[in-house]
């Protein structure tokens, strides 16, 4: 008689060699490269579907409160950005895992997009990179190390300018185990980018000078690379870039090429940073109140420039009222922008501008 692990060695010997002689493959083997091939087809229409979202949502604040996951997972936004749940200090990596398997698909069974907010012009010191002899910057002194700068100018305590292209910062969102890769491997489509435009702030273009580099190019590289490391593990890995408009002036084309959309904040409203979600200063602040060239006819003026390249451009405005949030959707979806209404903490998840004023979600 046969000795049973020698017949199951013949027999998967046979099926095997059957195999190589047919051609084919196991069956889980061929539902495993059908999966695969299915994953790779998907994450190349990412761009199809970014051009087809004309409704988004934004919310990195509590959502691990009570119905918020509950919320996002019923709405039928095609786009949302959030906090990614993974590059905080002391992250719950199951909670982060899930938040992606919940919300990857929309209620009817479509896939959504979700992306993940980054902040790469900043430091933020309840992050996990940030080490234990890390030292914020003063209004005095820079910190330690070396690259953090200066505090932020809006007043967002903890958080600091950098200097972006210093290879230590770049290290901690480019690495072998670095940010863009625990997120294209987690299931994000991609990245959604914030504080470009420190290649603006002062403190920053002095030590740009001090280091003999021009920090609009910088930035315009380090976004590149952001790219290229996500699209290295996912095909089809989206850039989408947040406010600095201006900063396509440096590279036009190029610039282009390395971005799949542009977002702005504060067109027509803004809200005082860290106003809680009910405070009055949530939103519905005007910057043409205080700076005469801060209209939304000149920055829409700049949004035309993403636009004539086929980049979509979100804009985000922060409001209280009702009237604010129309004028903010009619004036939008006029100049062809996808338009969003919510308020400054970015701590729920918003039906805005009002439902009466608000498109059919797509189908």
Not at 39 to 50: A, P, S, T
Not at 130 to 135: A, I, P, V
Not at 154 to 169: E, K, L, P
Not at 327 to 349: C, D, E, I, N
């Amino acid at each position: 008689m046969l000795n049973p692990a020698i017949h199951r060695c013949v027999t998967i010997g046979a099926i095997l060699a059957i195999t190589a002689i047919s051609g084919q493959q196991p069956a889980n083997a061929r539902d495993e490269a059908s999966k695969t091939n299915k994953e790779k087809v998907w994450q190349l229409n990412r761009g199809e579907l970014l051009a087809a979202a004309k409704t988004w949502m934004y919310q990195i604040d509590e959502l691990d409160t009570s119905g918020a996951v509950d919320a996002l997972a019923a709405s039928s936004y095609p786009l949302l950005v959030l906090e990614s749940g993974i590059n905080e200090r002391g992250a719950d990596k199951v909670f982060a895992r899930q938040l992606v398997e919940r919300l990857r698909r929309l209620p009817d069974g479509r896939h959504g997009l979700l992306l993940a907010y980054l902040d790469i012009g900043q430091t933020e010191k309840y992050r996990a990179y940030w080490k234990k002899d890390w030292q914020a910057p003063t209004g005095q002194a820079s910190g330690k190390p070396d690259f953090l700068l200066a505090r932020d100018p809006d007043g967002w305590n903890g958080s600091c300018q950098v200097a972006y292209w210093d290879h230590r910062w770049q290290d901690i969102w480019l690495g072998t185990n670095g940010e863009i890769a625990r997120l294209a491997s987690l299931g994000y489509d991609g990245i959604y980018l914030d504080w470009i435009d420190a290649y603006k702030d002062p403190q920053v273009i002095l030590a740009a000078k001090c280091a003999g580099v021009d920090p609009a190019l910088e930035m315009i590289q380090f976004i590149a690379r952001l790219g290229q490391a996500g699209r290295r593990l996912s095909p089809g890995f989206l850039i989408i870039a947040q406010n600095a408009a201006e900063l396509i002036d440096a590279a036009p084309e190029r610039y282009a090429k390395i971005i799949n959309g542009q977002e702005v904040e504060d067109t027509w409203f803004y809200g005082k940073g860290g106003a809680k979600w009910n405070s009055p200063k949530a939103g519905d602040l005007s910057h043409q109140n205080e700076d005469e060239d801060w209209t939304p006819t000149k920055r829409i003026a700049w949004y035309r420039k993403y636009l004539e390249r086929g980049l979509p451009v979100f804009t985000v405005d922060y409001c209280v009222s009702e009237q604010s949030a129309a004028l903010v959707f009619k004036q939008a979806t006029a100049a062809g922008l996808r338009p969003l209404v919510t308020r400054v903490s970015l701590s729920q998840m918003t039906v805005t501008p009002p439902e009466k004023y608000q498109p059919r979600a797509e189908k």
